[in-house]
């Protein structure tokens, strides 16, 4: 069944996702604790499960990708501005991996960015540099390599968002990647 998945929450196992890589509204619910009844209080105006949960991401590998080199993309939405983020993507090591550069959807120089050699993995990560904002909205951050000639299967592929909202909220999504290219972000 291409298209969907499995994603793992911290401290709550593996749980389902779209297409897009999100958890389905119902895991995302349980997730947290709360009840499924809940998702009727928030169509019928409720917002305190979208207050929670400003930011969901997702991971897949860019469409344009070739049988010699990929770009992984890290998508994801915040309905919050944020004063602190870090991104982090962890490429695993199949055949050939090498990184070739990276890119972001904010501003280049609000940002540092590290690659560093791990064993079984190149590791891109983003980190807002202070006093610098991320405004609310649909965020990419993509790292590039060189692999085997070949489709390479990406499902070995780990991403990390860290964020703080400007009202002090803090969130985390994790996530992995389908085995190869896909339609990218968050729905």
């Known amino acids: 069944m291409r298209g969907w998945g499995r994603r793992r929450l911290p401290g709550r196992g593996v749980r389902r996702v779209g297409a897009d890589g999100v958890p389905l509204e119902e895991e995302l619910l349980e997730a947290h604790g ?24 997702g991971g897949a590998v860019d469409p344009h990708s070739n049988r010699y080199w990929a770009q992984s993309n890290v ?17 695993a090591r199949t055949g050939g991996v090498a990184s070739t550069g990276h890119w972001r959807t904010p501003p280049a120089e609000h940002f540092t960015v590290s690659v560093r050699e791990e ?11 202070a006093g610098r904002t991320v405004p609310a909205g649909r965020h990419v951050f993509a790292g590039q390599y060189n692999h085997a000639e070949g489709d390479r299967d990406a499902r070995g592929d780990r ?3 860290i964020a703080v909202g400007a009202d002090g909220r803090s969130a985390t999504v994790t996530g992995d990647f389908p085995a190869g290219p896909a339609a990218t972000g968050p729905s």
Do not use: I, K
């Open 75 to 91: 998508t994801f939405d915040t309905a919050a501005a944020l004063t602190a983020l870090t991104v982090e993507l962890r490429v």
């Open 119 to 129: 064993p079984g993995a190149p590791v891109y990560t983003w980190t807002l540099g």
């Open 34 to 57: 709360e009840r499924v009844a809940d998702a009727q209080h928030q169509q019928q105006g409720d917002h305190r499960a979208q207050r929670r949960n400003f930011l969901r991401g």
């Open 159 to 161: 991403f990390t968002v």
